[in-house]
């Protein structure tokens, strides 16, 4: 068992950030960041409840209980559930339509599951203002950040939701007020509770987004059972059985990069999605919409398209195309996403349809294109990625990608990202008032004077 008085160990190092830090401590970038993400999180699951499981879900999370008068919103609807189900459906409306941002150095999308948590905290609270819950959402972020970029070896779970669910329960222990020895008992609660394979992410089944849902309602499962008095174990991360040793094989830096807590904010390190796809597939997207645009390139003109990659993305995204491919399987799947771009010249929510699934043109040219792994060293690397097409009236054309569209590198402008959020509230699966969204987007912006967080998810009704 860790000593709490141990300065040196990860646990207490992540509580002591938790639970010291104000909201003026914060960078301006950091807090700037927050709001930016927080807002792109919302469009995104709205636009998630309008698709195919998204729609039906919350009608199973109303057959467990609380229907009607429950804590907490499921966004987009009239529904109220109790907090940990509304966090649940939320939390698989953010992450089901692979359009969340993401933090790329720790490949963890982590606000698929800090922000259905904590809104959900805040809605069955009460009376939580706007700077508590921003000083809350960087810390989690913060937390889902150095723990993703600690961990050195080849994902083998589904990171995005098991580092995640981290920093999940960091906000809720942000959000309580609790001190530090109080929040470690709650990141061991949680250690019980945290799931994520990649099974479903190989086979492109819907279970991969609820496994942030199922992170999500873990973390105020476990802020609730610390406040009733149960003990977790303390040694969570650098134990013997450990979080790095067991779901990362041993293979980390946590005593390295948690010395960064206070120094280095991880809430400037994520990422946009400008495509509804596997962040790992953006490189290659960017790159042949580029050629598109540059060379008036055209899939008649195309005999081989060859996409080199670091290993990871060649493992997860390098699949076959399927001629019928369920939506969850289409959008993991480079060669289609790929090949629906080049085609049509974007990559949008409505490109999933079932016509554009199964359309024959798009397979033809999905075909033709071939994913290589380049030997890049580095287990956790998306970049570089190089695109060549070979043309069939001869020569070829390329384009390398060094950076992903969307990173801190390539940054959305912040109109792209009012863009994104306008167009994501048009996809839900209830009308939701245009007006709604314009305030939406000004109570973000001026969040640290709202005096309670439920005014912000009173606008997500239809």
Known sequence: MTDPLDKTNPINLLAEHVAGTRLEDIPVAAIGAAKTFL?????????????????????????????GGGEAAVWGTGMRLPAGNAA???AYLVHCLEYDCVHEGGTVHALATILPAA?????????????????????????????????????????????????????L??????????????????????????QPHLEGSPLLAMQMGFNARAALTALDLSRGGLRGPRDVLTGQYGYFALFEGGLHAADEVFATLGSQWQATH????????????????????????????????????????????????GRPDLPDPAPAYARLCLAFVAASALRRGRLDVPDYAPECLRDPETHALAARIEVVDNGNPDPNAIVPQHV???????????????????SPQAP???EENLAKFRRNWGYGAH???PEAGTRLIEMVERLETLADMRELTALMRP
């Open 431 to 433: 009308r939701l008032d």
């Open 173 to 198: 222990c942000a959000l309580s007020g609790l001190d530090s020895e109080a929040a470690v008992n709650v990141f061991g609660n949680l250690y019980g509770q945290i799931s994520g394979t990649l």
């Open 412 to 414: 959305f402008s912040p």
């Open 388 to 406: 060549e097409v070979r043309l069939r009236g001869g020569g070829s054309v390329e384009q390398e990608m060094l950076q992903v569209v969307g």
């Open 88 to 90: 649940l459906v939320n």
């Open 270 to 317: 994520f990422s946009h999605k400008p495509f509804p796809a596997g962040r790992l597939t953006h490189g290659a997207v960017d790159a042949l919409l580029r050629l598109r645009e540059a060379h008036g390139l055209t899939p008649e003109e195309v005999e081989r398209i060859t996409v080199s990659v670091p290993p990871l993305v060649k493992r997860l995204v």
């Open 39 to 67: 807002l792109d999180t919302l469009g995104v699951a709205i636009a998630g409840g309008g698709e195919d499981w998204g729609r039906r879900l919350p009608a199973v999370a109303a057959d467990w209980g609380g229907a």
């Open 119 to 171: 809104m959900a905290f805040a809605e069955r609270e009460g009376g939580i203002g706007g700077g508590d819950f921003l000083r809350a959402l960087v810390l989690g972020m913060d937390t889902a950040g150095v723990m993703g970029i600690s961990s050195k070896g080849p994902m083998t779970f589904f990171r995005p939701a098991t580092v995640g669910v981290w920093g999940a329960a960091a906000a």
